[in-house]
C-alpha cells in the first residue's frame, strides 16, 4: 500500500511570529498540532479540520501530463504557515502527515489515502487534502464513500477545466477518476464547474452527457451570471445526501496559476474559484475539500503555489465558519 508518514519535518510549518502568545496575533504555524492516524484517539470536535497530504503524480505520469505535483503537499505547507488564523479559539487545525506514492502503485496510494479520510471522518474531522495530481480525488472519494456508505447519495462538486472522464480499461491516471466513480457508483452524481469547451475532446463532452455529469463552461462563468450559477450549485447540494469538493488548479487562468500540469490562458479568475469554494465549504452536507495540480517545478516565483495555499485557506475558513455556533463545544 501507500506509505503513510505521519508527521512532516519541523522544517515545514515556520514562519512570522508576531506575538507567541497573543491568540489574535497567531498564524498557521503556531495553530497547527500533529497527529496519529489510524490509532485510537478521542473524537475531535466538529470545529476540527485535518490536512492530509497526496505526494504523488503517477496518475499524471500515466496521463502524460508534466511531472512535479508530488512536490506540492509540502509546499503548499510552507505556504499557508504565515497566513493569519482568522477564527475562533474553539477551533483546532490537525496535520495528519503524507500519505506517499511509491513504485508507481498509484491504486494502492490511493487506497491507503481514503483509509485516511475515512479514519479523519470518523473522528469528526473535517478533511482537507493536498494533492498531488488529481488522481487524488479518486482516493478521496474511496475514503468519503466508506464512511457514508453504499447507499447515501453523494453529490461530487470538482472545479475544473477537465471532465477527467478517459476510459480506465487498460490503467486509471489523473484524467480517468470521474468516469470510474460514475460507472461503479450509481448513487454519486458530478457536477463540474469550468470546463474548456477545447481542453476537452467532443467524446468527452459525449461520456459527459451520457453518464449524467452537470457542467458548467469557463466561457459561462462571469460575474453577470455567478447568481445563476450559485443556485445551481445549492440545488445541487440540496438533491444529496453529502457533498465533497475538489478542486484542480488548471482551472485557474495561465496568468494566475502558471505552475500547473495543464496551464489555461483562458481560465478562471481566483475571485471567482473563492466564491465558488466558499459556497460549497459553507453548506452543512460538505465532508471534505481538496486541492490538486499544484505543481511546484513549474511555478514561477512561487505564484501558484501562494494562492493554492489561499484558496485552501478558503476552504478552511468556511468549514470553521459553518460551525461558529459550536465552538468550544
Known sequence: MGTLRNHVGTDIWIGRTDHAERRSSFRY??????????????TFSTNTCAIIGFECEE????????????GAPN?????LASIPWRTTEGHRLVDAGNVTCSNEKLEEAQE???????DLLSKSATPVILGGGHETLYGHYLGVRKHIGPNASLGIINIDAHFDMRPYDKQ????????????????????VLGIQRFGNT???????????????????MHLGQMDHIMSSLYAFMEQHDYVMLTLCTDVINAAYAPGVSASSPFGLTPMVVRDLIRTVA???????F?????????????????LGAYLTNEAIMAFMGRNMDDAGT
Not at 481538496?290 to 501562494?306: S, Y
Open 29 to 42: 504555524h503556531q495553530i497547527v498540532e500533529p497527529m496519529e492516524l489510524l490509532a485510537p484517539q478521542e
Open 59 to 70: 496518475g499524471v505520469r500515466r496521463n502524460q501530463g508534466r511531472l512535479g505535483a508530488a
Open 75 to 79: 509546499a503548499l505547507r510552507q505556504a
Open 112 to 118: 491507503t489515502l481514503g483509509n485516511a479520510v475515512t
Open 172 to 191: 486509471p491516471s489523473s484524467g480517468t477518476m470521474f468516469r470510474q466513480i460514475l460507472e461503479q457508483d450509481s448513487n454519486s452524481s458530478y457536477f
Open 202 to 220: 467532443q467524446e468527452l463532452f459525449d461520456i459527459a452527457d451520457e453518464l449524467g455529469t452537470r457542467y458548467i463552461l469557463e466561457e459561462e
Open 282 to 288: 459553507t453548506h452543512k452536507k460538505t465532508l471534505s
Open 290 to 306: 481538496d486541492i490538486c495540480e499544484v505543481n511546484p517545478a513549474l511555478d514561477e516565483n512561487g505564484r501558484t503555489i501562494k
